[in-house]
């Protein structure tokens, strides 16, 4: 693929924030976004040069905005693969389909980590209830059971306690087939972001520590705490990942870091991915903009951090109350979604504090940098 020239139009297959991140980014290096979303004015469509209302598995709407732009990508998961195929038969894709099928399915996500030799945890498909008893057999309890389809930010997933918890778990937890997970007695979670062109070139970003709360990610650390040693192997495996699916675009690969200082890769998501926000502050070229670059066939630079940074995500009306006191705040780098209802568990905005290299602070450091975003003290102790 030759490097699309400056003024093209980069389609958006989503509006959402990441749709919206990666518009201004592509604005950046020159080129205008089109955006395909059902949403007139969504947090993507308030920035971009052109867009399409429709569906994502309507074919008459696919085809108008196919027709007019040069190349496409996507910026969530939960779309038709049936209409990406189509998109595919008429204007470049990436990433392609094939990778977008096997990130939205659990069960295929976990079998190609298998055939490629990549570590995962425990797993058993449960199609049937008689499934779920041999999964509780082979994995033991607790374990995890998952929709293998549309579940994030905690959602489409439960516990498994005990064989009092089976019955209401397989009921409830739609559509079947399901997939059982082993818990994993992790450390921490870690992050991978890792951009690949059509040559073959790989950059990967520093390995980022998460931490959750309610089920969505609350805060990203930059660089994870974790050896040096562990922090190569995690990118070897995103770039192993990466080279494995013929990847063109951007990946961010999740993973859990075992008490016993293994890792296990949980998931894979082609796109950008909310633990790479810090880069917008703390890299020279963000996630966004590498993801853009990998698109359009522009060269990959080196993925350099200059800076350490924390993340902290705002959700909900909770956090946007506090949107005043974030605006007094100078060192908090916030970015805004655009988004007019601040609903409970929606991603509103995040923000980014930056740190001289190598001086990522603390526990107390980290919530006196949050300022009035720290966690609240336990009134309990």
Same mark, same amino acid.
């Given at each position: ?120 945890? =425990?797993?058993? +498909?449960?199609?049937? #209830?008689?499934?779920?008893? $041999?999964? !509780?057999?082979? /994995? *033991?309890?607790?374990?995890? %059971? ?81 050896? =040096?040693?562990? +922090?190569?192997?995690? #990118?070897?495996?995103?770039? $192993?990942? !990466?080279?494995? /699916? *013929?990847?063109?675009?951007? %990946? ?93 568990? $929606? ?9 001289? %290299? ?24």
């Amino acid at each position: 693929m030759s490097m699309l020239p400056p003024g093209s139009v980069l389609g958006i297959v989503g509006g959402g924030q990441l749709g919206r991140m990666s518009a201004i980014a592509a604005a950046r290096l020159g080129y205008r976004a089109h955006i395909l979303t059902t949403e007139a004015d969504g947090p993507a469509a308030q920035v971009a040069h052109a867009v399409t209302l429709g569906a994502y598995d309507d074919h008459d709407a696919l085809r108008r905005f196919a027709g007019a732009v040069d190349v496409i990508t996507f910026e969530f998961e939960n779309i038709s693969a049936d209409g990406l195929d189509l998109l595919s038969s008429l204007r470049p894709v990436h990433p392609a389909g094939a990778i977008l099928r096997i990130s939205q399915d659990r069960i295929a996500e976990k079998s190609f980590m298998g055939e490629h030799g990549i570590p995962v945890a =425990p797993w058993h +498909a449960v199609e049937s #209830r008689a499934d779920l008893d $041999r999964a !509780a057999d082979v /994995l *033991g309890y607790p374990f995890i %059971l998952k929709t293998t389809r549309l579940g994030y930010d905690g959602k489409g997933q439960a516990r498994i306690h005990s064989p009092a918890d089976l019955d209401h778990a397989f009921d409830t937890l739609r559509p079947h087939p399901l997939v059982a997970e082993g818990m994993i007695r992790f450390a921490c979670e870690v992050s991978v972001m890792v951009a690949r062109n059509e040559r073959g070139d790989v950059s990967t970003f520093d390995v980022t520590e998460n931490r959750h709360r309610n089920g969505i990610l609350d805060i990203s650390l930059a660089p994870a705490r974790i050896s =040096p040693d562990l +922090a190569a192997q995690a #990118r070897d495996l995103a770039r $192993r990942i !990466a080279t494995a /699916l *013929g990847l063109v675009g951007l %990946l961010g690969v999740e993973m859990f870091v075992d008490h016993d200082g293994s890792l296990r890769v949980n998931e894979i998501a082609p796109r950008p991915h909310n633990s790479g926000h810090w880069t917008m502050n703390a890299c020279p070229v963000d996630q966004f903009e590498m993801h853009v670059r990998a698109v359009t066939g522009l060269p990959l630079p080196p993925a350099i951090r200059h800076s350490d940074a924390v993340m902290k995500n705002l959700i909900g009306p909770d956090d946007m109350a506090l949107w005043p006191d974030i605006m007094a705040t100078p060192h908090l780098l916030a970015h805004h979604y655009g988004k007019a209802e601040a609903r409970p568990g $929606r991603k509103m905005g995040h923000v980014n504090v930056i740190f001289p %290299l190598g001086s990522l602070p603390g526990e107390f450091g980290v919530d006196a940098a949050l300022g009035p975003l720290a966690a609240p003290a336990d009134t309990n102790s």
